[in-house]
């Protein structure tokens, strides 16, 4: 059974940082692409970064690019979402996931992604 367990998220003040975890359990981690997704109150989720399976590609959203760095760790099974300069509008659940196998992951689309966590909120005060 596929699990992941999202972590570090917390309170922060504008202009800080934070770096979310997702340790995983279950996979073949080291042979499936990752992503980050967040979701606001009253907002659809939405896309934040992804990683191809070895690292050497990487993806993110226009609102997130050059602050946020998406990486992993393959001999320890977990991806991490470093989160720099952010901003009040960063604030909401992260959750990281597992690409279905075989899909267009790349293209960020909620779709393409299987096994999610149970999130871990961030919030960014003004």
């Known amino acids: 059974q596929v699990q992941l367990v999202e972590s570090g998220g917390g309170l922060v003040q504008a202009g800080g940082s934070l770096r979310l975890s997702c340790a995983t359990s279950?996979?073949?981690?080291?042979?499936?692409?990752m992503g980050w997704f967040r979701q606001a109150p009253g907002n659809e989720r939405e896309f934040v970064a992804a990683?191809?399976?070895?690292?050497?590609?990487?993806y993110y959203a226009d609102s997130v690019k050059g602050r946020f760095t998406i990486s992993r760790d393959n001999a320890k099974n977990t991806v991490y979402l470093q989160m720099n300069s952010l901003k009040p509008e960063d604030t909401a659940v992260y959750y990281c996931?597992?690409?279905?196998?075989?899909?267009?992951?790349?293209?960020?689309?909620?779709?393409?992604?299987?096994?999610w966590g149970q999130g871990t909120q961030v919030t960014v005060s003004s």
């Open positions: 990683i191809s399976w070895s690292g050497g590609s990487t």
């Open positions: 279950g996979l073949t981690f080291s042979s499936y692409a």
């Open positions: 996931a597992v690409q279905k196998y075989g899909s267009r992951w790349y293209e960020g689309k909620i779709a393409d992604f299987g096994s």
